[in-house]
């Protein structure tokens, strides 16, 4: 079971990797410090893409239109951190894992 929570929690850091990578890049490309017409740029923004939309077509859905800030990865980001504090202090705590 202590497998399990690690291998959760490892999961949700590397999701938030990634989905500050997105945020990154789209800084990047957004201010022209790279292009999509690059093979490799476009690739990865698409894999980039693919990856984080799950979580946060749900939350742009929810979150009031603010025209060109989209705040939807900061609260994905924040709700990820409550669920690995969630999984960490109050599952693994209740099962007397941790």
Do not use: C, H
């Not at 990634?18 to 890049?25: E, G, K, P, R, T």
């Not at 690739?43 to 009031?64: C, D, G, S």
């Not at 603010?66 to 969630?86: E, T, Y």
Request: aromatic content about 12%.
């Amino acid at each position: 079971m202590n497998a399990l929570f690690y291998l959760l929690v490892t999961l949700i850091n590397l999701y938030q990797f990634v989905l500050i990578a997105m945020v990154v890049m789209s800084w990047l490309i957004s201010f022209g410090v790279i292009n999509t017409y690059n093979r490799f740029v476009a690739t990865l923004w698409e894999v980039l893409n693919r990856l984080t939309e799950p979580l946060l077509r749900p939350v742009r859905n929810i979150l009031p239109n603010l025209g060109g800030l989209d705040l939807s990865p900061v609260v994905v980001l924040i709700l990820l951190q409550v669920l690995k504090v969630f999984i960490v202090k109050d599952l693994a705590a209740a099962l007397g894992v941790y």
